[in-house]
Structure formats: structure tokens, C-alpha cells
């Protein structure tokens, strides 16, 4: 298994995804309100994990630039799909990841990574690389599963087993005392930790980091 086999997984299911209604839709528009109280009018901002777009398309208005990014480029054709229903002159979307685009020149003002960081195979090597995307004093914004603090039959017999039959993509399971600690090993200080769920008592934090000068 691996990055493309991931990317393959999520070209299959894209459409399906897109259909799909937000499971906690109060919770999700409390995230996107704390969040775009943190963004600048002259913000670059780097999405990462966009899927078909819905976040970019509600946030990416009131910034300098906005690049949402996805390793599925079926999610991407759905985005650009919406965006040209409705364009939003800021917005730009493309299929890469971070690590990709650590190597590249351009550096970003936030990035946000919303249920994202549980999908990639090698959570330190991704949170180094947002780092390095990141402009000085940078914001790094995330809202991720913590299936280690989920119920153990979901974790350990269900999802192992959907991966298996190729119905679920691949999962990193680790306790959000955990991830806590892995952004703050990556070079961030944690600003703000909430939870904005309104159904169940899942695992969800949504983080605020600070690159560290």
C-alpha cells in the first residue's frame, strides 16, 4: 500500500464523498467560524487534504490567495467543478502534497489540515513538512480523529477490516494526547485546543499551532 494506492482509493469513492452529507453539520460550521477568525485579508493559505472543495470554497473569500490541495485528482475535478459554478478569484486548486510542496519556494501564512492528518501514512514526516511550508509566525489550523481515544471495535476489528475488503482508505490511529505532542515535536507551539462536536463524544480536536520562530 501506498501514497498512490491512498489517492487511487479516493479517485474510486470521489463522487460518493461528494453526495455525502456532513455528519455533524453544526460542529463543522463552528470550525469553519473559529477559523475564518483567524484568517487575514492579506493571508496565503494552504489547504491541504480539500477534497472536493467545500472548505476552500467558503473560506478562500476573504484572503490574498488560497490553495487547496488533494492527493486524489478525481476530489480536485470535483472542486474545480464548483469553483467554476462559483468562482472565487483567490482560490486555486491543485493535486500535490505537502511534502511536494516543501520543496518548493513558496511559503504560506496558514495552512489548514481538517480531517486530514489521520489519512497521511507518515503523520511526524507531514507535520515537518508544514512546517517548512510555513512563513515565520505561521498558523498551522487542524481538526483531526483521534481513533485512539474512539472506541477499540471500531479501530481494531472494523476499520482493519474494511481496509481489507478496500472499503475504508488507510487510517494512522494514535490519541490526541499523542498528536499533541507530535505537532509540538514537529516546531510548534499549541495556541488553542477546542472541541467543536455536537453529536456523540468523539475525538476531534481542533488545533491551533504556531510555527516557533
Given at each position: 500500500?501506498?501514497?498512490?494506492?491512498d489517492?487511487?482509493?479516493?479517485?474510486?469513492t470521489?463522487?460518493?464523498y461528494?453526495?455525502a452529507a456532513?455528519?455533524?453539520?453544526?460542529g463543522?460550521?463552528?470550525?469553519?467560524?473559529?477559523?475564518?477568525a483567524?484568517?487575514r485579508?492579506?493571508?496565503?493559505?494552504?489547504e491541504?487534504?480539500?477534497?472536493?472543495g467545500?472548505?476552500?470554497?467558503?473560506?478562500?473569500?476573504?484572503?490574498?490567495?488560497y490553495?487547496?490541495?488533494?492527493?486524489?485528482?478525481?476530489?480536485?475535478?470535483?472542486a474545480?467543478e464548483?469553483?467554476a459554478a462559483?468562482?472565487?478569484p483567490?482560490?486555486?486548486f491543485?493535486?500535490?502534497?505537502?511534502?511536494?510542496?516543501?520543496?518548493?519556494?513558496?511559503?504560506?501564512?496558514?495552512?489548514?489540515?481538517?480531517?486530514?492528518?489521520h489519512?497521511?501514512?507518515d503523520?511526524?514526516?507531514?507535520l515537518?513538512?508544514?512546517?517548512?511550508?510555513?512563513?515565520p509566525?505561521?498558523l498551522?489550523?487542524?481538526?483531526?480523529?483521534?481513533l485512539?481515544?474512539?472506541?477499540a471495535?471500531v479501530?481494531l476489528?472494523l476499520?482493519?477490516?474494511m481496509?481489507?475488503?478496500g472499503?475504508?482508505?488507510?487510517?494512522?490511529?494514535?490519541a490526541a494526547?499523542?498528536l499533541?505532542?507530535?505537532?509540538r515535536?514537529?516546531?510548534?507551539?499549541?495556541v488553542?485546543?477546542?472541541?467543536?462536536?455536537?453529536?456523540?463524544?468523539?475525538?476531534?480536536?481542533?488545533?491551533?499551532?504556531r510555527?516557533k520562530a
Open positions: 500500500m501506498s501514497i498512490a494506492s489517492a487511487r482509493f479516493w479517485d474510486r470521489s463522487r460518493k461528494a453526495k456532513i455528519a455533524d453539520q453544526a463543522y460550521e463552528r470550525t469553519l467560524d473559529r477559523t475564518h483567524l484568517l485579508s492579506n493571508d496565503r493559505v494552504l491541504l487534504g480539500c477534497g472536493t467545500t472548505t476552500a470554497l467558503r473560506l478562500a473569500g476573504g484572503v490574498k490567495a490553495l487547496a490541495t488533494d492527493i486524489s485528482a478525481a476530489m480536485i475535478a470535483i474545480e464548483k469553483r462559483a468562482p472565487v483567490a482560490l486555486a491543485r493535486t500535490t502534497t505537502a511534502e511536494t510542496l516543501a520543496q518548493e519556494p513558496a511559503r504560506f501564512d496558514t495552512v489548514l489540515g481538517f480531517n486530514y492528518l489519512l497521511v501514512r503523520v511526524p514526516g507531514t515537518r513538512g508544514i512546517h517548512a511550508v510555513l512563513a509566525g505561521g498551522f489550523v487542524s481538526k483531526t480523529p483521534c485512539g481515544n474512539m472506541n471495535l479501530r476489528v476499520l482493519p477490516a481496509r481489507a475488503i472499503k475504508a482508505p488507510h487510517v494512522s490511529v494514535f494526547a499523542d499533541d505532542r507530535e505537532i515535536a514537529a516546531g510548534f507551539d499549541i488553542a485546543t477546542e472541541d467543536h462536536s455536537t453529536k456523540g463524544t468523539e475525538a476531534r480536536p481542533w488545533i491551533v499551532a510555527k
